[in-house]
Structure formats: C-alpha cells, structure tokens
C-alpha cells in the first residue's frame, strides 16, 4: 500500500517564523498535493505539484512556497508564519491515470 | 461556482440505527464523485469513486449511490466503528486531481 509520511504531527511556531513542512512518499507517484482542512471548510487545496521541480497554485496559495527537488519529496514552506495559518495540513499523492488520492496523517500547525 | 455542499454536518446514531448522508453538488462537467472516511487525527482513506449517474458502489455497511446532481452514502446496520467523519468530493473537468472540490464532511458517531 502507498504511503504517505509527514515529518511532524505537532507544530508549534511563532508569527513571522519560516515553517517547513515535509511530505514523503513510497510509491513513485508523479502527483503530490498540499491541503489545508479547517472546520467547517473543508479541504482546500493550496499547491501541487506533477513532476520534480514543477508547481502550480492550487485555491489558496497567498502565503506559502512549495519544493519539489525529489520525486518522493513535497514540501510546503509558509515564510512568514501568521495566525491565521494555523491550521491541519494534509499531504497526497496520486498515481498517474489514477483516481485516488492517499492521504498523509496531517500535520496539526499551531502559529502563536 | 462550484462547490460541493454536504449534509447533516453532523450524524448521531444508535447502533444498528440505519441512515444516509447526503453529498449534492454543482460542477462543470462532474469527472467522478468521491467518497472519502476520516479518523480523528488521520489523514482521509478513500472508499469510492462513482462516475455516473445510477451507478452503486457498495463495501461492507456502505453504499454509495449517485444522481446528476447529489450522492448519497447509506449506512446499513451500523457499529461504533463506523464513527468517522466521511467527505464527498468531486472531480471536475478531465485533467487532474488539481480539480477535486471536498466537501466539508459529515461527522457520524454511533452510538453502542
């Protein structure tokens, strides 16, 4: 089964602070994508990413930075952290010509 | 504006005590219709992809249905482990899963 790690389950950050998140993946998917959920919202995407070294802005992106220098690896970068960026953020990966997106655990991001 | 709209934002029910979450939506050119389970602090597992109207998909105490513009997931007999929060997305157009739109879930606890 494809799995999807990210590197923290808790965060907690300071307003203006530099905050990386890490998504790893073990199935060789080209697709990998950033969410963030909050109550009431649903999932909203905020970037994406088909191919190393290639993004595109998903519905929310103001605020945050992607990298992706690995095929395994998707990054979210939030530069200056603020409040309002508290949130859980979920890492997914789809396999090419797939439908089914898999889920990292979360990250659950508290900016102070 | 597309969007997907779910209902009852939250579900309780006795064990046993059959019912059904609903999932409508409005997009352009409806790619598949998802159905997605959340645990507390878990990313979302997939359950179902539905791709056109009249079709069924059914797994274990679950069944999804879909028309032209809802989904429904039935819940037959259920148990406490079937507590979960459930997500209805939609696919839009025919590229990638950059065009998913969730839904904001329905919360369903079952009770013993």
Not at chain 1, 69 to 98: P, V
Not at chain 2, 73 to 91: Q, R, V
Request: proline share 4%; hydrophobic share 30%.
């Amino acid at each position: 089964d494809v799995k999807v790690t990210q590197s923290s389950r808790y965060l907690v950050k300071r307003t203006g602070e530099k905050v990386f998140l890490e998504c790893v993946q073990d199935m060789d998917h080209e697709n990998m994508f950033w969410y963030r959920q909050d109550p009431g919202l649903g999932l909203r995407l905020i970037y994406f990413s088909y191919d190393v070294k290639m993004k595109e802005k998903g519905d929310i992106p103001e605020g945050y930075s992607v990298s992706r220098e690995k095929k395994e690896r998707f990054s979210l970068i939030l530069e200056s952290a603020s409040t309002n960026q508290t949130s859980m953020y979920l890492c997914a990966t789809l396999g090419q010509g797939d439908e089914k997106l898999f889920f990292g655990s979360g990250t659950q991001l508290s900016v102070l | 504006e597309d969007q997907v709209t779910q209902s009852p934002e939250a579900l309780r029910l006795q064990e046993g005590e059959s019912s059904s979450l609903n999932c409508s939506y409005t997009v352009s050119g409806l790619r598949g219709l998802f159905w997605y389970r959340q645990d507390p602090g878990k990313g979302p597992e997939f359950l179902f992809t539905l791709y056109s109207a009249g079709e069924e998909k059914e797994k274990e105490r679950l069944k999804a249905t879909l028309t032209k513009k809802e989904s429904f997931l039935h819940i037959t007999a259920p148990k406490p482990e079937d507590s979960a929060t459930y997500l209805c997305a939609a696919g839009e157009g025919y590229s990638s899963a950059s065009k998913i739109i969730f839904g904001s879930g329905t919360r369903l606890s079952i009770r013993p």
